[in-house]
Protein backbone atom coordinates (compact mmCIF):
# COMPACT_ATOMS: atom_id res chain seq x y z
CA UNK A 1 0.00 0.00 0.00
CA UNK A 2 2.86 2.41 0.48
CA UNK A 3 3.86 1.85 -3.27
CA UNK A 4 0.60 3.57 -4.04
CA UNK A 5 1.72 7.19 -4.86
CA UNK A 6 4.86 5.88 -6.26
CA UNK A 7 2.93 4.25 -9.06
CA UNK A 8 1.35 7.22 -10.24
CA UNK A 9 4.41 9.40 -10.23
CA UNK A 10 6.69 8.09 -13.17
CA UNK A 11 3.72 7.57 -15.80
CA UNK A 12 2.06 10.87 -14.89
CA UNK A 13 3.22 11.77 -18.33
CA UNK A 14 1.29 8.52 -19.66
CA UNK A 15 -1.90 9.64 -17.45
CA UNK A 16 -1.78 12.72 -18.82
CA UNK A 17 -1.97 11.71 -22.58
CA UNK A 18 -3.79 8.74 -22.16
CA UNK A 19 -6.86 11.24 -20.48
CA UNK A 20 -6.46 14.12 -22.70
CA UNK A 21 -5.46 16.40 -19.32
CA UNK A 22 -3.10 19.34 -18.41
CA UNK A 23 -0.67 19.40 -15.17
CA UNK A 24 -2.76 21.48 -13.54
CA UNK A 25 -5.21 18.58 -12.82
CA UNK A 26 -2.26 16.33 -12.15
CA UNK A 27 -1.82 18.59 -10.04
CA UNK A 28 -5.39 18.64 -8.25
CA UNK A 29 -5.26 14.70 -8.98
CA UNK A 30 -2.44 14.03 -6.06
CA UNK A 31 -3.73 16.81 -4.15
CA UNK A 32 -6.94 15.87 -3.95
CA UNK A 33 -5.45 12.08 -3.21
CA UNK A 34 -3.23 13.56 0.01
CA UNK A 35 -6.01 15.62 1.48
CA UNK A 36 -8.23 12.72 1.75
CA UNK A 37 -5.67 11.00 3.11
CA UNK A 38 -4.64 13.39 5.59
CA UNK A 39 -8.44 13.16 6.16
CA UNK A 40 -8.53 9.52 6.79
CA UNK A 41 -5.19 9.85 8.53
CA UNK A 42 -6.84 11.80 11.09
CA UNK A 43 -10.06 10.30 11.99
CA UNK A 44 -8.39 6.99 12.04
CA UNK A 45 -5.61 8.07 14.12
CA UNK A 46 -8.34 8.98 16.99
CA UNK A 47 -9.80 5.82 16.59
CA UNK A 48 -6.43 3.90 16.72
CA UNK A 49 -6.26 5.47 19.97
CA UNK A 50 -9.99 3.26 21.23
CA UNK A 51 -9.93 0.43 18.93
CA UNK A 52 -8.64 -2.54 17.96
CA UNK A 53 -5.93 -1.73 15.50
CA UNK A 54 -5.21 -5.15 13.56
CA UNK A 55 -9.18 -5.57 12.51
CA UNK A 56 -8.37 -1.87 11.28
CA UNK A 57 -5.27 -2.74 9.07
CA UNK A 58 -7.17 -5.54 7.47
CA UNK A 59 -10.26 -3.84 6.33
CA UNK A 60 -7.79 -1.11 4.91
CA UNK A 61 -5.83 -3.78 3.08
CA UNK A 62 -8.75 -5.11 1.24
CA UNK A 63 -10.02 -1.92 0.43
CA UNK A 64 -7.16 -0.39 -1.61
CA UNK A 65 -6.43 -3.78 -2.72
CA UNK A 66 -9.82 -4.08 -4.65
CA UNK A 67 -10.01 -0.90 -5.53
CA UNK A 68 -6.67 -0.11 -7.11
CA UNK A 69 -7.14 -3.44 -9.24
CA UNK A 70 -10.33 -1.89 -10.60
CA UNK A 71 -8.09 1.13 -12.73
CA UNK A 72 -7.71 -1.09 -15.40
CA UNK A 73 -10.98 -0.22 -16.11
CA UNK A 74 -11.00 3.83 -16.04
CA UNK A 75 -11.27 5.78 -19.18
CA UNK A 76 -12.34 9.58 -17.81
CA UNK A 77 -10.36 11.33 -15.16
CA UNK A 78 -13.76 11.79 -12.35
CA UNK A 79 -13.14 7.77 -12.64
CA UNK A 80 -9.84 8.32 -11.94
CA UNK A 81 -10.37 11.03 -8.93
CA UNK A 82 -13.30 8.34 -7.82
CA UNK A 83 -10.82 5.61 -7.60
CA UNK A 84 -7.88 7.89 -5.83
CA UNK A 85 -10.32 9.09 -3.24
CA UNK A 86 -10.80 5.63 -1.92
CA UNK A 87 -7.36 4.17 -2.10
CA UNK A 88 -6.76 7.46 0.07
CA UNK A 89 -9.50 6.75 2.50
CA UNK A 90 -7.45 2.71 2.97
CA UNK A 91 -3.59 4.35 2.63
CA UNK A 92 -4.58 7.02 5.72
CA UNK A 93 -5.72 4.27 7.81
CA UNK A 94 -2.15 3.10 7.58
CA UNK A 95 -0.25 5.79 8.46
CA UNK A 96 -1.56 6.02 12.27
CA UNK A 97 -1.71 2.83 13.25
CA UNK A 98 1.93 1.99 11.37
CA UNK A 99 3.13 4.51 13.73
CA UNK A 100 1.32 2.82 16.65
CA UNK A 101 2.45 -0.09 16.17
CA UNK A 102 6.15 0.81 16.49
CA UNK A 103 5.65 2.96 19.70
CA UNK A 104 4.49 -0.10 20.93
CA UNK A 105 7.08 -2.30 20.40
CA UNK A 106 10.23 -0.18 20.13
CA UNK A 107 11.97 1.21 23.13
CA UNK A 108 12.17 5.06 23.62
CA UNK A 109 15.85 5.53 23.46
CA UNK A 110 15.70 3.60 20.19
CA UNK A 111 13.05 5.42 18.56
CA UNK A 112 14.53 7.78 15.62
CA UNK A 113 16.17 4.41 14.18
CA UNK A 114 13.54 2.64 14.15
CA UNK A 115 11.30 5.62 12.64
CA UNK A 116 14.28 5.76 10.32
CA UNK A 117 14.39 2.15 9.37
CA UNK A 118 10.42 2.33 8.81
CA UNK A 119 11.29 5.00 6.35
CA UNK A 120 13.84 3.51 4.64
CA UNK A 121 11.97 0.34 3.73
CA UNK A 122 9.12 2.98 2.51
CA UNK A 123 11.75 4.92 0.30
CA UNK A 124 12.21 1.27 -0.80
CA UNK A 125 9.27 0.40 -1.67
CA UNK A 126 8.93 3.77 -3.58
CA UNK A 127 11.74 2.85 -5.70
CA UNK A 128 10.51 -0.50 -6.75
CA UNK A 129 7.15 0.89 -7.49
CA UNK A 130 8.43 3.52 -9.53
CA UNK A 131 10.67 0.74 -11.43
CA UNK A 132 7.71 -1.28 -11.74
CA UNK A 133 6.02 1.67 -12.95
CA UNK A 134 8.90 2.57 -15.54
CA UNK A 135 8.79 -0.59 -17.50
CA UNK A 136 5.48 0.12 -18.83
CA UNK A 137 6.28 3.18 -20.19
CA UNK A 138 8.35 2.53 -23.53
CA UNK A 139 8.62 7.04 -24.16
CA UNK A 140 11.85 7.92 -25.68
CA UNK A 141 11.77 11.33 -23.41
CA UNK A 142 15.65 12.55 -24.73
CA UNK A 143 14.30 12.54 -28.63
CA UNK A 144 11.53 14.58 -27.72
CA UNK A 145 13.63 17.32 -25.59
CA UNK A 146 13.87 20.53 -27.30
CA UNK A 147 9.91 21.06 -27.88
CA UNK A 148 7.61 22.54 -25.47
CA UNK A 149 5.17 20.68 -22.45
CA UNK A 150 1.93 20.65 -24.86
CA UNK A 151 3.90 19.57 -27.94
CA UNK A 152 5.68 16.48 -26.05
CA UNK A 153 2.38 14.95 -24.92
CA UNK A 154 1.04 15.45 -28.65
CA UNK A 155 4.06 13.68 -29.94
CA UNK A 156 3.27 11.10 -27.14
CA UNK A 157 -0.65 10.38 -28.47
CA UNK A 158 0.50 10.34 -31.35
CA UNK A 159 3.26 7.85 -31.45
CA UNK A 160 2.74 5.65 -28.03
CA UNK A 161 -1.59 5.04 -28.54
CA UNK A 162 -0.99 1.23 -27.47
CA UNK A 163 0.92 2.30 -24.22
CA UNK A 164 -1.27 5.31 -22.97
CA UNK A 165 -3.24 2.97 -20.39
CA UNK A 166 0.10 1.48 -18.71
CA UNK A 167 -0.01 2.99 -15.86
CA UNK A 168 -2.78 0.86 -14.99
CA UNK A 169 -1.01 -2.18 -14.72
CA UNK A 170 1.73 -1.74 -11.95
CA UNK A 171 -1.95 -0.86 -9.77
CA UNK A 172 -3.16 -4.39 -11.15
CA UNK A 173 -0.35 -6.02 -10.11
CA UNK A 174 0.68 -4.75 -6.50
CA UNK A 175 -3.45 -4.82 -5.96
CA UNK A 176 -3.54 -8.73 -6.18
CA UNK A 177 -0.29 -9.22 -4.19
CA UNK A 178 -1.94 -6.95 -1.43
CA UNK A 179 -4.85 -9.25 -1.87
CA UNK A 180 -3.26 -11.98 -0.54
CA UNK A 181 -0.79 -10.55 1.70
CA UNK A 182 -3.65 -9.06 3.42
CA UNK A 183 -5.63 -12.24 3.56
CA UNK A 184 -2.36 -13.62 5.30
CA UNK A 185 -2.37 -10.61 7.53
CA UNK A 186 -5.71 -12.21 9.40
CA UNK A 187 -3.90 -15.14 10.31
CA UNK A 188 -0.72 -13.60 11.22
CA UNK A 189 -1.16 -10.00 12.49
CA UNK A 190 -1.22 -9.77 16.45
CA UNK A 191 -2.25 -6.53 18.79
CA UNK A 192 0.55 -5.38 20.78
CA UNK A 193 0.09 -4.18 24.12
CA UNK A 194 -0.50 -0.26 24.11
CA UNK A 195 2.85 1.49 26.10
CA UNK A 196 4.44 -2.03 26.71
CA UNK A 197 7.97 -0.67 25.72
CA UNK A 198 7.69 2.50 28.14
CA UNK A 199 10.81 2.62 30.44
CA UNK A 200 8.21 3.17 33.56
CA UNK A 201 6.17 0.21 32.16
CA UNK A 202 8.05 -2.22 30.51
CA UNK A 203 8.65 -4.62 33.55
CA UNK A 204 4.72 -4.33 34.61
CA UNK A 205 3.71 -5.10 31.28
CA UNK A 206 5.79 -7.64 30.85
CA UNK A 207 2.87 -9.59 33.27
CA UNK A 208 0.46 -11.07 31.04
CA UNK A 209 -2.62 -9.86 33.66
CA UNK A 210 -1.79 -6.35 33.65
CA UNK A 211 -2.54 -3.80 30.78
CA UNK A 212 -2.37 -0.14 30.11
CA UNK A 213 -6.06 1.06 30.46
CA UNK A 214 -5.90 4.62 29.52
CA UNK A 215 -7.39 5.36 26.39
CA UNK A 216 -8.29 9.03 24.85
CA UNK A 217 -11.39 11.44 25.54
CA UNK A 218 -12.42 13.87 24.18
CA UNK A 219 -12.05 15.77 26.65
CA UNK A 220 -8.19 15.08 26.72
CA UNK A 221 -7.93 17.14 22.96
CA UNK A 222 -7.73 20.71 24.43
CA UNK A 223 -5.41 19.76 26.76
CA UNK A 224 -2.84 18.18 23.58
CA UNK A 225 -3.38 20.96 21.22
CA UNK A 226 -2.83 23.46 23.98
CA UNK A 227 0.94 22.15 24.67
CA UNK A 228 3.06 24.32 22.76
CA UNK A 229 5.18 21.58 21.35
CA UNK A 230 2.44 20.03 19.36
CA UNK A 231 1.59 23.61 17.95
CA UNK A 232 4.92 24.04 16.33
CA UNK A 233 5.73 20.55 15.75
CA UNK A 234 2.21 19.63 13.92
CA UNK A 235 1.22 23.19 12.24
CA UNK A 236 4.46 23.42 10.50
CA UNK A 237 2.37 23.11 6.88
CA UNK A 238 4.89 25.05 5.47
CA UNK A 239 8.13 22.99 6.01
CA UNK A 240 6.32 20.03 3.47
CA UNK A 241 5.13 22.30 0.60
CA UNK A 242 8.26 22.70 -1.36
CA UNK A 243 8.87 18.66 -0.69
CA UNK A 244 5.19 17.19 -1.81
CA UNK A 245 6.10 19.99 -4.74
CA UNK A 246 9.31 18.30 -6.03
CA UNK A 247 7.64 14.40 -5.00
CA UNK A 248 4.51 15.22 -7.15
CA UNK A 249 6.67 16.04 -10.25
CA UNK A 250 10.03 14.23 -9.62
CA UNK A 251 10.06 11.87 -12.84
CA UNK A 252 8.39 14.70 -14.53
CA UNK A 253 11.08 17.10 -13.66
CA UNK A 254 13.45 14.18 -15.10
CA UNK A 255 11.87 13.47 -18.28
CA UNK A 256 10.73 17.18 -19.54
CA UNK A 257 12.90 19.49 -17.62
CA UNK A 258 16.59 17.36 -17.70
CA UNK A 259 15.13 15.48 -20.97
CA UNK A 260 16.22 11.86 -20.35
CA UNK A 261 14.78 8.44 -20.01
CA UNK A 262 14.55 7.83 -15.89
CA UNK A 263 16.08 3.76 -16.76
CA UNK A 264 19.56 5.39 -18.16
CA UNK A 265 23.31 5.69 -16.62
CA UNK A 266 22.84 9.19 -15.65
CA UNK A 267 19.80 8.62 -13.56
CA UNK A 268 21.92 5.39 -12.07
CA UNK A 269 24.84 7.65 -11.08
CA UNK A 270 22.15 10.26 -9.30
CA UNK A 271 20.38 7.27 -7.65
CA UNK A 272 23.66 5.72 -6.23
CA UNK A 273 25.32 9.07 -5.49
CA UNK A 274 21.95 11.34 -4.26
CA UNK A 275 19.50 8.58 -3.32
CA UNK A 276 21.21 6.74 -1.56
CA UNK A 277 23.58 9.15 0.39
CA UNK A 278 20.51 10.95 1.19
CA UNK A 279 18.85 7.70 2.88
CA UNK A 280 21.85 6.06 4.74
CA UNK A 281 23.13 9.73 6.25
CA UNK A 282 19.54 11.13 6.75
CA UNK A 283 17.69 8.12 7.87
CA UNK A 284 20.64 6.58 10.26
CA UNK A 285 23.36 8.90 10.60
CA UNK A 286 21.06 11.83 11.64
CA UNK A 287 18.37 9.86 12.99
CA UNK A 288 21.07 7.48 15.33
CA UNK A 289 22.45 11.45 15.91
CA UNK A 290 19.03 12.35 17.93
CA UNK A 291 18.61 8.93 19.43
CA UNK A 292 22.23 9.28 21.02
CA UNK A 293 21.21 12.48 22.31
CA UNK A 294 18.55 11.65 24.35
CA UNK A 295 20.28 8.58 25.54
CA UNK A 296 23.08 10.96 27.29
CA UNK A 297 20.19 13.30 29.17
CA UNK A 298 19.03 15.47 26.41
CA UNK A 299 15.18 14.88 26.10
CA UNK A 300 14.97 17.58 23.18
CA UNK A 301 17.86 16.00 21.76
CA UNK A 302 15.83 14.71 18.66
CA UNK A 303 14.10 18.36 18.41
CA UNK A 304 17.59 20.01 18.12
CA UNK A 305 18.55 17.49 15.14
CA UNK A 306 15.43 18.34 13.18
CA UNK A 307 15.65 22.02 13.31
CA UNK A 308 19.43 21.48 12.18
CA UNK A 309 18.56 19.13 9.32
CA UNK A 310 15.71 22.24 8.60
CA UNK A 311 18.11 24.92 7.94
CA UNK A 312 21.31 22.96 6.25
CA UNK A 313 18.53 21.41 3.83
CA UNK A 314 17.92 24.66 2.25
CA UNK A 315 21.50 25.62 0.80
CA UNK A 316 21.82 22.00 -0.78
CA UNK A 317 18.99 22.08 -2.57
CA UNK A 318 18.65 25.70 -3.88
CA UNK A 319 22.19 24.97 -5.24
CA UNK A 320 21.47 21.22 -7.25
CA UNK A 321 18.10 22.62 -8.67
CA UNK A 322 19.54 26.40 -10.19
CA UNK A 323 21.95 24.00 -12.12
CA UNK A 324 19.49 21.51 -13.32
CA UNK A 325 21.00 20.29 -16.03
CA UNK A 326 19.69 19.98 -20.15
CA UNK A 327 20.53 17.14 -22.02
CA UNK A 328 19.85 18.32 -25.43
CA UNK A 329 21.85 21.55 -25.22
CA UNK A 330 24.37 19.97 -22.56
CA UNK A 331 24.26 22.71 -20.25
CA UNK A 332 23.70 23.92 -16.61
CA UNK A 333 21.87 26.67 -14.84
CA UNK A 334 19.01 27.02 -17.19
CA UNK A 335 21.08 27.08 -20.31
CA UNK A 336 23.38 29.68 -19.31
CA UNK A 337 26.85 26.84 -19.22
CA UNK A 338 27.28 25.02 -21.97
CA UNK A 339 30.13 22.42 -21.47
CA UNK A 340 31.55 19.13 -23.73
CA UNK A 341 30.71 15.74 -21.99
CA UNK A 342 33.54 15.28 -19.78
CA UNK A 343 32.08 18.96 -18.31
CA UNK A 344 29.32 17.57 -18.30
CA UNK A 345 29.57 14.79 -16.38
CA UNK A 346 31.94 16.70 -13.79
CA UNK A 347 28.89 18.56 -13.43
CA UNK A 348 26.04 15.85 -13.00
CA UNK A 349 28.40 14.20 -9.94
CA UNK A 350 28.76 17.60 -8.51
CA UNK A 351 24.96 18.11 -9.15
CA UNK A 352 23.67 14.75 -7.61
CA UNK A 353 26.25 14.98 -4.38
CA UNK A 354 24.60 18.89 -3.65
CA UNK A 355 21.28 16.57 -4.10
CA UNK A 356 22.24 13.96 -1.80
CA UNK A 357 23.14 16.51 1.34
CA UNK A 358 20.11 17.97 0.32
CA UNK A 359 18.08 15.34 0.38
CA UNK A 360 20.27 13.71 3.70
CA UNK A 361 18.86 16.54 5.57
CA UNK A 362 15.42 16.49 4.33
CA UNK A 363 15.42 12.95 5.23
CA UNK A 364 16.78 13.22 8.79
CA UNK A 365 13.69 15.42 9.71
CA UNK A 366 11.38 12.66 9.76
CA UNK A 367 12.19 10.28 11.96
CA UNK A 368 13.16 13.08 14.74
CA UNK A 369 9.98 14.65 14.08
CA UNK A 370 7.90 11.43 14.41
CA UNK A 371 9.80 10.38 17.72
CA UNK A 372 9.35 13.79 19.43
CA UNK A 373 5.64 14.01 18.41
CA UNK A 374 5.29 10.62 20.73
CA UNK A 375 7.80 11.86 23.42
CA UNK A 376 5.75 14.95 24.15
CA UNK A 377 2.89 13.27 24.58
CA UNK A 378 1.06 10.51 26.52
CA UNK A 379 0.75 6.88 25.00
CA UNK A 380 -3.40 7.16 24.84
CA UNK A 381 -3.40 10.31 22.87
CA UNK A 382 -0.40 9.39 20.33
CA UNK A 383 -1.91 8.05 17.45
CA UNK A 384 -3.98 10.93 17.90
CA UNK A 385 -1.59 13.06 17.24
CA UNK A 386 0.35 11.65 14.79
CA UNK A 387 -2.92 11.55 13.41
CA UNK A 388 -2.94 15.35 13.32
CA UNK A 389 0.52 15.71 12.37
CA UNK A 390 0.18 13.49 9.57
CA UNK A 391 -3.03 15.46 8.51
CA UNK A 392 -1.42 19.22 8.40
CA UNK A 393 1.84 17.22 6.82
CA UNK A 394 -0.54 16.04 3.68
CA UNK A 395 -2.24 19.25 3.42
CA UNK A 396 1.74 20.66 3.11
CA UNK A 397 2.08 18.25 0.43
CA UNK A 398 -1.24 18.94 -1.60
CA UNK A 399 -0.81 22.47 -1.62
CA UNK A 400 2.62 21.94 -3.06
CA UNK A 401 0.82 19.30 -5.70
CA UNK A 402 -1.63 22.20 -6.76
CA UNK A 403 0.73 24.87 -6.42
CA UNK A 404 3.75 22.94 -8.85
CA UNK A 405 0.56 22.13 -10.88
CA UNK A 406 -0.44 25.56 -11.26
CA UNK A 407 2.86 27.12 -11.45
CA UNK A 408 4.09 24.43 -14.45
CA UNK A 409 1.39 25.13 -16.54
CA UNK A 410 1.84 28.75 -16.09
CA UNK A 411 5.47 29.03 -16.47
CA UNK A 412 6.25 26.12 -18.31
CA UNK A 413 9.41 25.36 -15.97
CA UNK A 414 9.44 22.86 -13.59
CA UNK A 415 13.01 23.26 -12.23
CA UNK A 416 12.10 26.99 -12.08
CA UNK A 417 9.08 25.94 -10.02
CA UNK A 418 11.00 24.05 -7.55
CA UNK A 419 13.91 26.12 -6.88
CA UNK A 420 11.38 29.10 -6.17
CA UNK A 421 9.28 27.34 -3.69
CA UNK A 422 12.33 25.80 -2.01
CA UNK A 423 13.47 29.00 -1.29
CA UNK A 424 10.27 30.78 -0.06
CA UNK A 425 8.52 28.06 1.88
CA UNK A 426 11.79 26.88 3.16
CA UNK A 427 12.22 30.25 4.87
CA UNK A 428 8.80 30.45 6.03
CA UNK A 429 9.50 26.94 7.56
CA UNK A 430 12.04 28.02 10.11
CA UNK A 431 9.77 30.45 11.72
CA UNK A 432 8.29 27.51 12.98
CA UNK A 433 11.14 25.24 13.95
CA UNK A 434 13.11 27.61 15.98
CA UNK A 435 10.77 28.63 19.06
CA UNK A 436 10.69 24.37 19.20
CA UNK A 437 13.78 24.71 20.62
CA UNK A 438 12.44 26.59 23.95
CA UNK A 439 9.41 24.74 24.72
CA UNK A 440 10.26 21.52 23.88
CA UNK A 441 12.39 20.48 26.81
CA UNK A 442 9.61 21.39 29.51
CA UNK A 443 6.97 19.45 27.48
CA UNK A 444 8.89 16.16 27.34
CA UNK A 445 9.94 16.26 31.45
CA UNK A 446 6.33 17.22 32.16
CA UNK A 447 5.16 13.86 30.00
CA UNK A 448 8.33 11.43 31.82
CA UNK A 449 7.45 12.63 35.33
CA UNK A 450 3.76 11.73 34.69
CA UNK A 451 4.46 8.77 33.31
CA UNK A 452 6.79 7.40 36.12
CA UNK A 453 3.78 8.36 38.60
CA UNK A 454 1.49 6.45 36.43
CA UNK A 455 3.91 3.22 36.26
CA UNK A 456 3.75 3.00 39.94
CA UNK A 457 -0.23 2.89 39.92
CA UNK A 458 -0.09 -0.18 37.78
CA UNK A 459 -1.96 -3.39 39.48
CA UNK A 460 -3.30 -6.51 37.85
CA UNK A 461 -6.13 -6.91 36.62
CA UNK A 462 -5.82 -2.54 35.77
Not at 217 to 235: A, G, P, Q, T
Not at 335 to 348: A, C, H, M, P, R
Not at 371 to 390: K, L
Not at 412 to 420: K, Q
Request: charged share 15%; proline share 3%; with cysteine.
Amino acid sequence: MIMDSALILPNEVLIVADLRINFDAIGILIGVYTITAGVSVLVFGFLADILERRKMLIIAGFTWSITVIMYVFISEFWHLILGRIIAAVAIGVTTPLSISYIADIISPETRSKSFAVWTLITSFAAIIASILALIFNPVDFEAIDPLPIDEKIEFIILNYPEALHNWALPFLYLGVIALILTIINIFTTIEPKRAAKEKYFKEALEQEEITYKYKIKFSDLKFIYKRKSNLFLILNIFDVIASGLLLSFLFTYIQLDIGINVIDLRILVLILVAGLFGLIVGQFVLAHWGDKKVQKGDLSGRVKIAVLCSILTLPFLLVAFAMTPSVSSSSYFFGTVVVDEVGFWILWVVYSILLGLGLAFTMGIGPNWYASIIDVNYPENRGTMIAFGSFVDTIGRALGSIIGGIMISAIGSISGTIFWTTLIFGLISLAFWIPLLFVSRKDMEEVDRIMKERSETLVPGE
